[in-house]
């Protein structure tokens, strides 16, 4: 009886999986970059809903602008919002959405290896509950891999990286642009 006390309060003691920091700034970021354009009641009427949605509170905020390495492609350029996500002191994620073009565009860079935190993101059981991989590549030392969202197959994501931990970190390490078409 003793035994089973012990391994029950064990079970309880032993620490669940806690998201680090970066992996925590990259999935709020790919659920901000969902939640804009799948849900646009989310921030229609002020931004204060959109980040309650995303869950990062005072992690995450509007700014006026960005660096240009973290705009997306020339033709998603029109009418965007730009977003902030402080995951370290050093290192983190912009998120770029637009209220006038269905799309989202992260990158994330900073003085700390985020290919670990990313392919961690990728790999949990909820990102693939949503996402469906397409396809994947390498090149250059970068791993670019498409997923088509579940629910809304009309949505794809693609998703660039580092194909391996311990990669520049003077660069931006992460490109994400999802678009969903329209008919």
Same mark, same amino acid.
């Given at each position: ?8 309060a ?16 990259f999935? $709020? ?5 969902? /939640? ?7 921030w229609?009427? $002020? ?13 995450? $905020? ?14 998603l ?29 992260? /990158? ?11 392919? /961690? ?6 990102? %693939? ?8 590549? @390498? ?5 670019? /891999?498409?997923? %088509?969202? %579940? ?19 003077? %660069?931006?390490?992460? @490109? ?8």
């Amino acid at each position: 009886m003793k035994s089973a006390i012990l391994s029950f309060a064990m079970a309880f003691a032993a620490p669940a999986y806690a998201q680090s920091d970066l992996e925590e700034g990259f999935n $709020g970021a790919l659920k901000g970059c969902e /939640t804009w354009v799948l849900d646009p009641a989310s921030w229609s009427n $002020g931004p204060e809903p959109f980040i309650k949605a995303v869950g990062l509170g005072a992690k995450m $905020g509007l700014v006026e602008s960005v660096e240009a390495v973290n705009l997306p492609p020339a033709q998603l350029r029109r009418a965007n919002h730009f977003w902030r996500i402080n995951s370290t002191e050093s290192a983190g994620y912009v998120l770029v959405v637009s209220d006038q073009l269905p799309m989202c565009h992260i /990158t994330g860079g900073g003085n700390a290896d985020l290919q670990p935190a990313i392919e /961690t993101v990728l790999a949990l059981p909820a990102f %693939r509950s949503r996402w469906e991989q397409q396809s994947s590549s @390498i090149k250059d030392g970068m791993a670019s /891999t498409t997923f %088509r969202n %579940r629910q809304e197959p009309a949505m794809t994501i693609q998703i660039s990286r580092a194909d391996k931990p311990g990669q520049r970190l003077d %660069r931006v390490q992460l @490109i994400v642009t999802a678009t969903f078409q329209t008919k």
